[in-house]
């Protein structure tokens, strides 16, 4: 005996379905307003961790001023010539949902990177997973360093210092190294910058160094490491705070959205209800009416 089956109408190739259901309605509408609780608790929280940042940032910022301030006295410059050797260091975090904070990063790694002549042998050092995830893709086997477990914790300077002594303990002779991280400039805005760094040997090179009294090898070297950490702690707290900006902004939005959404929603279910209701009082008038 031939089954035949029930389908939907196909237009246009595509299957067309009928009208939600005020369940489906119901249960949308539910799941949306779940949603939207969990980005205003995320907004909230977010507030406070951007607010605590934002104070410990205007401490740390005399770390990455007094880095500036000694290669400009010292007149330290990249080595003239082909660069054989470059570092890149990238600070991110693990945790997403903040807009474009990570990936910003990345597009300008990749662009810098794309940009190289032929020849250049870079390395990459990784601060955080979300950076890692992405840069993997294209230049994974240029790997230095990765370094995880950030951004769930404000970072501090023992944080700095370990990535720190980790990429010195690689000893990769770098001639010119960049740290990328996003420089806060408001609540709504932060730019993808980059800070300088530069070996032991192209510091002990520069002409005007010994400007500085009692500056002998050793003393040099323990600067030049103290310096790097420094600069890492600053690019590190100038993300953080950037970080948390635009996740407030990134969940103020997707409440926003979710509010329109709710609107839209609770309209579509009215109606839906009012056009159920009123094609049962049909129903009831027009079988009142044949028994008539």
Do not use: W
Not at 31 to 50: E, G, H, P, W, Y
Not at 102 to 127: F, M, N, P, W, Y
Not at 168 to 177: K, R
Request: hydrophobic share 40%; proline share 2%; with cysteine.
């Amino acid at each position: 005996m031939l089954m035949l089956k029930h389908s939907l109408p196909l237009i246009g190739g595509a299957q067309v379905r009928g009208m939600a259901t005020l369940k489906d309605l119901k249960l949308r509408l539910k799941s949306v307003k779940n949603i939207q609780k969990i980005t205003k608790s995320m907004k909230m929280v977010s507030a406070a961790k951007f607010a605590r940042a934002e104070r410990e940032l205007r401490s740390a910022r005399s770390y990455g001023a007094g880095a500036a301030s000694f290669y400009e006295k010292a007149e330290i410059k990249a080595p003239e010539g082909p660069k054989q050797k470059q570092l890149i260091v990238t600070l991110s975090s693990d945790r997403g949902l903040c807009g474009g904070v990570h990936s910003s990063l990345c597009k300008a790694i990749k662009l810098d990177v794309a940009g190289q002549a032929s020849g250049v042998e870079t390395r990459v050092v990784c601060v955080g997973d979300k950076a890692r995830n992405i840069l993997q893709r294209v230049m994974k086997d240029k790997f230095l360093v990765t370094c995880s477990d950030i951004g769930k914790k404000p970072p501090t300077f023992v944080d700095a210092s370990k990535v720190a002594q980790s990429v010195l303990g690689m000893d990769f002779g770098y001639d010119l190294g960049n740290i990328y991280y996003n420089k806060f400039r408001s609540v709504i805005s932060y730019k993808t910058s980059k800070l300088p760094i530069f070996s032991l040997d192209t510091v002990a090179a520069s002409k005007n160094i010994y400007v500085f009294d009692s500056l002998d090898a050793e003393t040099l070297r323990c600067y030049q490491e103290f310096q790097f950490a420094s600069l890492i702690f600053y690019g590190m707290k100038e993300n953080a705070t950037s970080e948390q900006s635009s996740r407030m902004s990134a969940m103020d939005n997707a409440s926003k959205n979710a509010g329109e959404m709710i609107g839209k929603l609770t309209l579509t279910y009215n109606r839906t209800r009012q056009a159920v209701i009123t094609k049962e009082l049909i129903e009831i008038v027009s079988g009142a009416s044949a028994l008539e």
